[in-house]
């Protein structure tokens, strides 16, 4: 991962970056936070750039496959994850203390049909460790859950031959045995 | 509420492999059945290498070791995976791991006529046993995936062997 965006200091004057979401919302964010998202790093550096010669800067990044909703809450995260970072700037095993134990907080005030928009966005803005984590969310969200509601989560349909997936289950049955309640 | 589901048909691929590889094999057999898309996504050798790789590092959830010990209770000799957190069983008895009945127990699916499979080798989480014969006609290995609960008997060797083949045999990868 880049080091360019670690050390970020909330006294600072630093300079805000404004993303514009697909429902027309408009987030004005610390350059730090903005340059997490891979994406918009990407496009504020190919503007920058290109404006070199001109002498304009660029404030306005669009972001046209991302709604307001998951933008907000990956603005906080990516917050919380900067802060912890540079709390714990020294000290590995503290960082990932403190940020379990913050994801384990957030996942809280999270559904899990949510976790689905927040991974497509984490997804689309190429922020990684936030991608990371909402896969590890998902992972042990259906972990223990049937085919049946795995596939509902993904809105899946079986495919499979009349027989093939009776025969697959019964092939495997003890993989069916202590599955939660859907 | 809005139509969330249609949302999950876009879920790339390359995410879906992201998740699944976070989860235990247990889970993945199961989800095989989901649909055909990810019986072949699961099923396939890139996956299950990424998966492997991905179990071996992975710090919350650190692999099994596997023992194989005399169950008294039970009268049998059995494989039990233990966890690095906790790598012995509580309690011993007379040499033997006696086996708490909170552990996982494995149980080899092929049971040899008389149960008494050594563990002769491991590669990638494939484990070889051999049985120990009674004459050297009973030579058995047999390679066993503990994971996915699958074990097939190989070809008894050409090449002589002694009536003690565990002494003999081992197993180790070599990538071509």
Redesign the interface.
Known sequence: MSNQSESPNPTSSSNKITLKTSDNEVFEVEEAVAMKFCTVKQYFDDENNNNVTSGTSTTLIPLPNVESHPLAILITYCKKHLEIKANNADNKKEMEIDMEHYEREFLKNVMP?EL??L??AA?YLNFKEA??FF??A???A???K??EY???????????KPGE?EK??EE?A???EG?DED | MPE?????????QE??V???S???V??L???????????SLISCHDFITLHHSRALSNTRNPPYLLFRHYDQKIGKYCFTPLSSDNPFPPTLKEGYFTCPSDFIETHCPHKSFIKRFFIAGSSNGVCLLNDSPVTEDDIAPLLWNPS??KAIFLPIPEFPCSYMPMQYYGLAMIPL
């Open positions: 049909q689905t928009e991974i497509l997804n991608l990371d896969c590890r998902v992972a042990s259906i972990q223990n049937s085919v795995v596939r509902k989560f993904f809105g899946l349909e079986s495919d499979f997936e697959l289950r495997f003890w993989s069916f599955v | 969330k589901e249609t949302m999950s048909d876009h879920i790339p995410v879906i992201k998740i699944l976070q989860l235990p247990k889970s057999i199961r989800f095989r059945c989901v649909s055909r898309t990810w019986f996915i609960h």
